[in-house]
Structures are given as structure tokens and as C-alpha cells.
């Protein structure tokens, strides 16, 4: 027999990080900045992002490729 848990997930979803690194570049899109200049307004969810959507500095790596940011990654 299997329970179903409700109350907790049994895997992180990446798609709730709250920033998404490319691995070519180090572009990080930031979901509470979104991106502008790539017509994503500021708190626009990675999961509304388009698959076919790509890094807009090295044009190289596209949505999957993406890295999920999760911890404190940020400074520097
Ligand atoms: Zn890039």
C-alpha cells in the first residue's frame, strides 16, 4: 500500500528557485528582477519563462539548460 503526503513535496521543484543560472556565461536571471530588456517584467516566475526562450548575453544556452540558484549564492 502508499500513502499519499500532501503536506510536503518529495522533491524540490526547480521551476520555484528563486534564480536560474546559465552555465555558459554566468547570466542569472533573478525572478524578483525578472528581465526587462527581455520583456519579463520584475516577479515573473521561471515557469512563465519560454522553453524556447534563450541566455540574452551568450545567446547560447537556452530555458533547460538553465542551473536552478538556490542558497545564498548571491554576491560579488
Ligand atoms: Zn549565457
Same mark, same amino acid.
Given at each position: 500500500m502508499a500513502e499519499r503526503a500532501t503536506d510536503a513535496p !518529495?522533491? %524540490?521543484d526547480a521551476d520555484a &528557485?528563486?534564480?536560474h543560472r546559465c552555465p555558459e556565461c554566468g547570466?542569472?536571471?533573478?525572478t524578483a528582477a525578472g528581465d526587462p530588456r527581455e520583456g519579463f517584467a520584475?516577479?515573473?516566475p521561471w &515557469? !512563465?519563462? %519560454?522553453d524556447g526562450w534563450t541566455?540574452?548575453?551568450c545567446g547560447v544556452e537556452d530555458k533547460r539548460s538553465f542551473v536552478p540558484v538556490v542558497g545564498a549564492a548571491a554576491g560579488g
Amino acid at each position: 500500500m502508499a500513502e499519499r503526503a500532501t503536506d510536503a513535496p !518529495a522533491e %524540490p521543484d526547480a521551476d520555484a &528557485a528563486p534564480a536560474h543560472r546559465c552555465p555558459e556565461c554566468g547570466y542569472v536571471y533573478e525572478t524578483a528582477a525578472g528581465d526587462p530588456r527581455e520583456g519579463f517584467a520584475p516577479g515573473t516566475p521561471w &515557469a !512563465a519563462i %519560454p522553453d524556447g526562450w534563450t541566455c540574452p548575453d551568450c545567446g547560447v544556452e537556452d530555458k533547460r539548460s538553465f542551473v536552478p540558484v538556490v542558497g545564498a549564492a548571491a554576491g560579488g
